[in-house]
């Protein structure tokens, strides 16, 4: 993703740079018998001697290390690239149980509509907490150039539905579906684990190997980005495959739940509510999905 623009940019800057100290030293150690051949210019750099050193044309067009990195933009990565990001659950969703406990068809079952999520022991709601992330996510792959659908945007409504929210990925024709948790596990356990789908026939079984895939970068990623162990309580390793949940098994592109820490564990809670936090949370989260979506071409 960016790091590739960045790179190409630096390339040209550190070769900017190389022209001035050679303009420098050039310049000072002979005493006033050497002649510069690069001399720093009202605009950057300029050659005084255009094609007699062999010096690669894009030094003498490098006009300074600011111009250089505003002049080679390189075409964002996630260009013509759709992602689905969901956040869980909705603020609503606790006062409004009848609507919340409806069944909804899940491919295999049927199960809630969705719930009210787990909290931190100070009262932060993992629904405004996987908001705010979501959010964050948004606008990083949005400057990469990826189009982003959300299946909410607030965070006092009820639902939607798990259901609802497979298909928004699923209309979107999305590249890759993140939904964004914090787990309500047991007090004693510690860190993040990645979901993806079981194998499923006539559900799953075209996205379970990508989805996987998926959960693999977005755990490197995570691992990377945050600092978060992975779960010391669930799954294997930060993953866990399962096949009861609605959001995974109605999907018909890439999709994967990343719980992102336990709020009902005191030391992820302190880095959950801690906005620092949940922005590095996102830009991993957003590098996983980019990491993912490029491999797939
Ligand atoms: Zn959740």
């Not at 068809?105 to 009210?116: L, S, Y």
């Not at 499923?200 to 978060?228: F, K, N």
Request: glycine share 14%.
């Amino acid at each position: 993703m960016r790091r590739r623009a960045l790179l190409v940019a630096c390339g040209i800057a550190v070769v900017a740079a190389l022209g001035v100290v050679a303009a420098v030293a050039l310049g000072s150690g002979g005493g006033g018998s050497v002649t510069p051949r690069y001399v720093v210019a009202t605009g950057g750099l300029q050659r005084l001697d255009p094609g007699a050193d062999g010096v690669p044309a894009t030094v003498a067009a490098a006009t300074s290390t600011d111009a250089a990195i505003t002049a080679s933009p390189a075409a964002p990565t996630l260009a013509g690239k759709v992602v689905a990001i969901d956040p869980g659950h909705n603020g609503g969703n606790g006062s409004h149980p009848s609507q919340i406990n409806r069944l909804v068809d899940i491919g295999n079952g049927r199960k809630a509509c969705d719930t009210a999520g787990a909290e931190t022991a100070s009262g932060y709601a993992e629904s405004a907490y996987t908001l705010d992330v979501g959010r964050r996510v948004q606008r990083i792959l949005k400057q990469e150039g990826a189009k982003v659908v959300m299946t909410r945007t607030t965070d006092d409504g009820v639902g939607p539905c798990i259901n609802v929210r497979a298909e928004i990925g699923n209309r979107a024709h999305a590249d890759a579906a993140v939904s964004i948790h914090a787990d309500g596990g047991p007090t004693s356990g510690r860190g993040f684990h990645v979901i993806y789908p079981t194998p499923l026939r006539g559900l799953t079984a075209a996205i379970a190997r990508p989805s996987r895939r998926l959960a693999v970068d977005l755990r490197g990623a995570y691992d990377q980005g945050t600092g978060m162990p992975r779960a010391d309580y669930v799954g294997h390793d930060g993953l866990d495959e399962r096949s009861d949940l609605g959001g995974l098994n109605l999907s018909k592109v890439p999709k994967v739940f990343i719980e992102t820490g336990n709020m009902n564990n005191a030391t992820d809670a302190a880095k959950l509510t801690d906005a620092r936090f949940r922005e590095r949370a996102a830009k991993a989260i957003a590098a996983g999905i980019a990491r993912f979506v490029e491999e797939s071409g």
